[in-house]
């Protein structure tokens, strides 16, 4: 990775433009060629240095609710459990842990009232009843950044 990656890594990250042609202003910014930011970004993700380019939004200010649920579901069920909660579109993280309560879960929803229902929904398709909705109470990180 040489000089160039890291102004390009730290701008990426801090200031992205939202522009018809992002990868071009980024270019004109590094004073370097548009295919040159595409080829950068590319080998780094092939490195695994990227995972994703993305925004990150303020789900509230946009009228959606947030939860992480934990769910205590018995072995036989377990398969059936995760293919539904994996079947709900607000569904972003999904995974076993080594507890009583051994399925974890984090669900976004536009409204308190989806919540609900979507949490019903899954109790009432799989049967199982002990989920947990752990709603967060302050926001302690929104923005995680890396100087290069």
């Known amino acids: 990775m040489d000089d160039t990656d890291k102004k390009l890594l730290n701008l990426i ?40 380019i993305g925004a990150v939004f303020d789900l509230r200010k946009l009228g959606f609710t947030s939860t992480l ?9 377990m398969a059936a459990f995760v293919g539904t ?11 076993r842990r080594e507890h009583d ?3 974890w879960f984090t ?5 308190e009232e989806e919540l609900a229902a979507t949490l019903a929904e899954i109790k009432q398709k799989t ?5 947990l909705s752990l709603r967060a109470t302050r926001t302690f990180k929104i923005n995680a ?3 290069v």
């Not at 992205?16 to 595409?38: K, N, Q």
């Open 13 to 52: 990250q801090e200031d992205f433009p939202i522009t018809a042609a992002p990868f071009s202003e980024v270019a004109d910014r590094l004073g370097i060629g548009e295919a040159e930011v595409r080829e950068r970004i590319g080998r780094l993700k092939e490195e695994g240095i990227i995972r994703r």
């Open 69 to 77: 649920c934990a769910a205590r579901v018995p072995e036989e069920k």
């Open 85 to 95: 909660v994996n079947a709900c579109p607000g569904v972003t993280h999904n995974y």
């Open 101 to 103: 309560y051994n399925i």
């Open 107 to 111: 669900l976004i929803v536009p409204g």
């Open 127 to 131: 049967g199982i009843d002990d989920i």
């Open 145 to 147: 950044r890396f100087d």
